[in-house]
């Protein structure tokens, strides 16, 4: 099904007002703000209304665009702030079970890394002796270069963490649209 709207957008007047009356739109204004958030909305399914007429189904940011079958012409908009229990049960599984993976990631992500840094700070503790012990300057600039190695490590560690912290509090965020 072709999602993007080439021809002209016309919106009844029936839109205009559920516009105005759910979603606060100024009613001057009301007319272009169906067509744009139209042309952002991603097609559902082909549906039929209350009276068994043919429909296309848009939706986009909890917005349902019903339009005719063969024209590009809004016939009404609302709001979907529910679904179906079944399938909204089924959607917080999905999402929380992803939430879980993204915990487990961080939980396992973390021990790694703590459990790395704990042995290479063993080994920049046993470099740190050795620079002491050393008489040649080669042996110490050898260890300061590898203690700089273990610090820019730490560094690429404390990054990747970050990045997986972000993105399970994104995650996280993004479940409340499904809850």
């Not at 204004?29 to 549906?47: G, M, V, Y």
């Amino acid at each position: 099904m072709n999602t993007t709207f080439s021809g002209k957008i016309t919106v009844s007047h029936h839109a205009c007002d559920e516009a105005v009356k759910d979603f606060r739109v100024n009613r001057k204004l009301a007319d272009e703000w169906i067509r744009s958030n139209l042309r952002k909305a991603k097609f559902i399914a082909n549906i039929v209304s209350d009276e068994l007429k043919p429909r296309r189904l848009f939706g986009f940011q909890r917005i349902a665009f019903i339009l005719e079958p063969d024209n590009d012409h809004v016939i009404t908009v609302h709001p979907r702030n529910h679904s179906v229990n079944d399938l909204k049960r089924k959607i917080e599984t999905i999402a929380f079970r992803e939430l879980r993976k993204a915990e487990r990631l961080e939980s396992v992500t973390e021990r790694k890394h703590r459990l790395a840094k704990a042995e290479l700070n063993v080994e920049i503790a046993q470099l740190h002796l050795k620079m002491e012990r050393a008489r040649k300057e080669s042996t110490k600039l050898a260890c300061l270069a590898r203690i700089n190695a273990i610090n820019e490590y730490f560094a690429q560690l404390d990054t990747e963490f970050t990045r997986i912290i972000k993105d399970k509090a994104a995650l996280a965020k993004s479940i409340v649209a499904y809850v």
